[in-house]
Every structure is written in structure tokens, then in C-alpha cells.
């Protein structure tokens, strides 16, 4: 049986990389002086970085955190 040699496994790999990083697109800002902000933590559901930002909000009450949909990581990664 003849095998395909125009297989190519990096571009699969990459496919996979970015499909991944695509899946974490709900991320966690912290507020910082001058309008910027800091990505804490990345996640798959906005739940889970609403659950993970009431951590945060218990653990450090002097910082300020804000979730949000992060579509330049997103963009960058296609």
C-alpha cells in the first residue's frame, strides 16, 4: 500500500497549538495605574474565571480585577 509523503506533522502540531490557545480566549485582568492591565489566568468558560476572580478578589482586596474576553490573543494566535 502506498503511503503519503506529503504529510507534513509540524503543521498539524501547529494547527493543534493554535486550536488550543484559541480555547482559552476568557481571561483575568488586573487593573493597573495609567489605564493598562495585567492578564492574570486564562480560561475555557467565563464562568470559571468568575469563579477563579472571586478568589483573587478574597485573597488580594487591594487589587483590582476585571474579566474579560481577551480576541487579541485570539487574533495573534490565527
Known amino acids: 500500500m502506498p503511503q503519503n509523503?506529503?504529510?507534513?506533522?509540524?503543521?498539524?502540531v501547529t494547527q493543534a497549538i493554535?486550536?488550543?490557545?484559541?480555547?482559552?480566549?476568557?481571561?483575568?485582568?488586573r487593573l493597573l495605574p495609567d489605564a493598562q492591565r495585567e492578564i492574570v489566568a486564562h480560561f475555557r468558560t467565563r464562568s470559571d474565571?468568575?469563579?477563579?476572580?472571586?478568589?483573587?478578589?478574597?485573597t488580594?482586596?487591594?487589587?483590582?480585577?476585571?474579566?474579560v474576553f481577551d480576541c487579541q490573543r485570539e487574533e495573534a494566535v490565527i
Do not use: C, E
Not at 509523503?5 to 498539524?12: F, I, L, M
Not at 493554535?18 to 485582568?29: C, E, F, G, H, Q
Not at 474565571?49 to 478574597?58: E, K, N, R, T
Not at 488580594?60 to 474579566?67: K, Y
Open 5 to 12: 509523503t506529503d504529510h507534513k506533522p509540524a503543521h498539524s
Open 18 to 29: 493554535a486550536y488550543k490557545a484559541r480555547l482559552n480566549s476568557w481571561a483575568i485582568a
Open 49 to 58: 474565571a468568575d469563579g477563579y476572580m472571586q478568589h483573587l478578589m478574597q
Open 60 to 67: 488580594t482586596p487591594d487589587a483590582s480585577f476585571i474579566v
